[in-house]
C-alpha cells in the first residue's frame, strides 16, 4: 500500500523578492513559519491572489513591492496520482 506523502504548515508567511548577479531579478524567497524556505516561482502566484495591487502591477509590467506578509495561513501539498493536466 503506497504512503501517502503530504505537507502541510500552518503559521505566519512571508514573500520576499530575491536578486542575484547584478542585481537581476532571481526570484520569490518563501518563508512559512519560523524561518522553513521554499523557492519556487510560486510567491509571484501567491502575491497576485493575495497582495493588494500586485496583480495589476505584474500585468502593466511594474514590481510590486519587495515583501509582503499574511499574518496565518495554512499551505497544503499534496502529491497526486494520475496524467499530469
Known sequence: MPTERKLELEGRMQVIE???AWNVYAGERIL???GDSYRDDLGV???EAFQEGAA???EDGRSP???FEL???RVTIELLDGPVS
Open 65 to 67: 513591492s519587495e515583501r
Open 32 to 34: 512559512l513559519g519560523a
Open 18 to 20: 530575491t536578486t542575484g
Open 56 to 58: 495589476e502591477a505584474l
Open 45 to 47: 502566484r501567491i502575491r
Open 71 to 73: 499574518a496565518r495561513v
